[in-house]
Structures are given as C-alpha cells and as structure tokens.
C-alpha cells in the first residue's frame, strides 16, 4: 500500500517538474521585478475521503467541506518564478465511515446490546500551515502556470462525531466530542467475544502532503487571480484505535485573490 502511494507521488512530481521546465523553456527569460513579498485571501471547497488502512469501517462518498484563509508568498532568489508559500488556514474535515460488521456497547449492569449499519459522520475544524515551494512559468499573456509541493501541519481545535444506526445509540441525541472522556461510555467496547469495538477518538494532529497545480492571471497592476487544484495526502493514522487505522485525504479547489 505505501509503495503504491510513493509510486504515484514520484509520478506526480515528475509530471509537474517536467511541464514546468517545458513551459519555462518556451517563453523568455523573465524581466520583471518580482516582489518580495504576495499576501492574499483564499477560499477552498474541498473533497473529503479517509483512507482505510486496518479494521473493518470503510470509507463512504466524498463529503464536501470549506476551508479559507490567507496567503503569503515570499520571492526566492528574485526570480519571479521562485517562490516560498505559506498560508494560515481554517480548514473543516469530514470523513464518513460504515462499520461492516455489528458493533457492541456492554456495562458493568446490563447486557451487550449489538448495533448494526453502524456509520460515523466525523467533522474537525483545523488550523493549518501549509508550506511548500511554488515554481511558476513565465507570462504567456495574463497567465502563469504554477506546481507546488511541501507538507501541511494542523492541529484541530473542534472535532464532532455523529453516530447513526439502525437501533437508538443513546437518548440525547447522536452527535458527541469524541475525545472527551464524558463521552468513554459512547464507545463501542465489544462483547464477551472481543467483537465489535471501536473507540471513536480522534488524533487532533495532523500532517498532510501537499500536491498541487494551478493559474495564476493578472487583473491588474500586482493583483493576481489565483485558482488552482491541490492533493492533500495525510501522513498518520487519523483515529485513535487499536484495531482500525485510517489516514485522512482530500482535494481542493483553492480560488484566491493576491494583492
């Protein structure tokens, strides 16, 4: 599985770095004079989905969340096809996951009680950093064509899990803080067998590699347009279990504004 993923990050690299030194190839060397410093806003929906790497619970649909923020790039080498980017973003992640098998919820004072077509609905508002390193062509008219690569650290400050089954889960209502410990009687703790558990925690820290592509197109004087594509491939295990380990993804559209 992970060399299946190194495989196709190679192969992305290698596409993006060989379009750029082709498109850079056929325009001219660049004349004008970058700033050292582009601040902008930026708005993404995003396309959400985990990642299943161990246990039972797959992976369901693509939910669609908002994220948004600012942009600062910082000119390397005064080269206007250089650049450092980071941002300071507010990015909501939504992963849904269905239990194939029964899940079990047993006490000290009553019996097991079996839970079936068991689905998480898990939402958690996160800070990140993303940094990574633009390489942009020159002009061709308006237009710049951009790639970018680097890593995106966050750490969530909010995470909501909506729980649905087929039988009453529990009587005040269906959404919960996972990670609180009020909420330890929520999880499934299986039954005498050791069946069907799952702990429903989830890991406030996360770290992402970022891919990503876009335009760039002058509106005037230094304001630019910027729309682009970018793949957000989480790097750890996102949910807090001994027997289901999944990693969280997810593409977005960013549509931003550089002034």
Do not use: C
Not at 217 to 234: D, H, R
């Amino acid at each position: 599985m992970r060399t299946q993923n190194n495989i196709r990050i190679s192969f992305l690299l290698s596409f993006f770095f060989l379009a750029f030194s082709t498109v850079t190839a056929q325009t001219s060397s660049p004349t004008e004079t970058p700033q050292k410093v582009r601040i902008g806003l930026k708005f993404s929906p995003t396309f959400n989905w985990a990642k299943v790497l161990q246990g039972s619970l797959e992976s369901k649909g693509l939910p669609i969340s908002i994220g948004y923020g600012v942009m600062v790039d910082f000119n390397i080498a005064k080269n206007p096809n250089y650049w450092l980017s980071t941002e300071f973003n507010i990015t909501t992640l939504s992963s849904k996951l269905e239990s194939s098998k029964s899940l079990f919820i047993k006490d000290g004072t009553n019996p097991e009680r079996e839970f079936t077509d068991v689905v998480f609905k898990y939402k958690s508002q996160m800070i990140q950093i993303p940094i990574s390193l633009k390489l942009r062509s020159n002009a061709i008219g308006n237009l710049h064509y951009y790639g970018s690569f680097g890593f995106a650290p966050g750490v969530a400050y909010s995470t909501r899990l909506s729980t649905s089954t087929n039988e009453e889960y529990y009587s005040d209502g269906n959404s919960h803080t996972p990670n609180a410990s009020s909420n330890d009687e929520l999880d499934f703790n299986g039954n005498d067998q050791e069946e069907g558990v799952f702990k429903d925690n989830y890991l406030p820290v996360r770290v992402g590699l970022i891919v990503g592509a876009g335009i760039e197109a002058k509106i005037s004087g230094k304001t630019m347009l910027n729309v682009g594509l970018q793949f957000n491939n989480g790097l750890v295990d996102q949910f807090l279990d001994d027997k289901f380990k999944a990693r969280t993804n997810y593409l977005a559209l960013n549509l931003g504004v550089f002034f």
